[in-house]
């Protein structure tokens, strides 16, 4: 998690200048490394010239910049999976949700986003013995749809303590685009201060396509998504932990090929997440999932239940053939 660094481990930064990082919060290596000077300026009152030095010093010593593949393996032996509720998509993730990297989960309404993000905050907070990571969940919730009531369900039918559960969980309610900005930047600190192994935003793009429309607010847009996505991304390889975002899908009915649905968010999107989760709605109570895009993972198509013990395997009989159902996933 981060070791507090001790006065004068930084060489050539006066303990003065530890001390005002300190006070600021600011108490670890990986928390200055991940703090953009302009804001380690704003938090401590410290010069420019001061910040980009203290910043830079973090980060070499968080960060060594070029390694080996040997030193990558080894490095990635550190990467932790927790288990989603389904031992299928386990499987197709991999082992599960990876920490150091952004997963992705993509869908149109009521394709089952949310429930997996329910379900992970109940379950990646288990102890590593039971395929958790043993650490705090953190929830940017942007649309108002993270309801306790819900969490308490799925701890209750796994048999977990709800109260527990519920006390694991922090959730900030972002209510515009700049909000969000500033939740996500503001994580470095939350995430040093209160052991968070797992951060959900739900959903990345949402406020965005609301507050910038037209083609002209275009470019500044995905400028501001980009920032978000890099301070994501920064925050879930300085303390490993897992990053999972919810995506939108668009209509894209001239679309020449495939399936006219697109997720929101475009390249910036697409660049930043390493694996990108699809979801469809299949008959029932199920849902069809595939892995897209991943750098390793194949794009196996499964199929797991929402029940009320939040994301499950499907438990029906899989030769009843169901009209209504989606089988066939075109991206
Ligand atoms: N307590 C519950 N028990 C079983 N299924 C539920 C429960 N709550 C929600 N669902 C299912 O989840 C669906 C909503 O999925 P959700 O993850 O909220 O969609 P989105 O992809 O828009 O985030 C509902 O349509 C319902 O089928
Ligand atoms: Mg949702």
């Not at 990876?98 to 992970?120: D, N």
């Not at 490993?240 to 475009?266: E, H, I």
């Not at 910036?268 to 469809?280: I, N």
């Not at 929402?306 to 899989?318: C, K, L, Y």
């Amino acid at each position: 998690m981060g070791e507090v660094i001790e006065f004068g481990i930084l060489d050539g930064v006066a303990s003065t200048t530890i001390k005002k990082l300190h006070k600021a919060g600011l108490v670890t290596l990986e928390s200055i490394a991940v703090t953009p000077p302009r804001e380690i300026v704003e938090l401590t009152g410290m010069g420019m010239e001061t910040a980009l030095k203290v910043n830079a010093l973090a980060r070499l010593e968080v960060d060594p910049g070029f390694v080996s593949a040997t030193e990558l393996l080894e490095m990635r032996k550190h990467m932790m999976r927790a288990r989603t509720g389904s031992k299928e998509l386990d499987r197709i993730m991999g082992g599960g949700i990876e920490t150091g990297v952004i997963t992705e989960l993509i869908g149109e309404f009521a394709s089952g986003k949310t429930q997996i993000c329910y379900t992970l905050s109940v379950l990646a907070q288990r102890p590593v013995e039971e395929g958790g990571f043993g650490g705090r969940i953190c929830v940017i919730d942007t649309e108002g749809t993270f309801i306790p009531e819900r969490v308490v369900q799925i701890a209750e039918s796994r048999g977990y303590d709800a109260q527990e559960i519920l006390g694991n969980i922090l959730v900030a309610r972002a209510y515009n685009s700049e909000h969000q900005i500033m939740l996500v930047k503001n994580l470095p600190q939350v995430c040093q201060e209160h052991d968070v192994k797992m951060v959900i935003v739900d959903s990345m793009i949402g406020h965005f396509r609301g507050e910038y429309i037209g083609r002209g607010t275009l470019a500044e847009r995905q400028q501001k998504i980009a920032g978000v996505l890099g301070n994501l991304l920064r925050v879930a390889e300085a303390f490993n932990l897992s990053v999972v975002l919810t995506n939108q899908v668009q209509s894209k009915p001239d679309s020449a090929y495939g399936d006219p649905n697109k997720p929101t968010g475009g390249h910036v999107m697409a660049h930043a997440c390493t694996h990108r989760v699809y979801l469809r709605k299949g008959r029932q109570n199920t849902r069809l999932i595939q892995v897209i895009d991943s750098p390793y993972l194949p794009e196996e198509k499964i199929r797991i239940a929402i029940t009320e013990a939040g994301v499950t395997d499907e438990e029906g009989e899989w030769d009843i053939y169901d009209k209504e159902d989606t089988d066939e996933i075109e991206i």
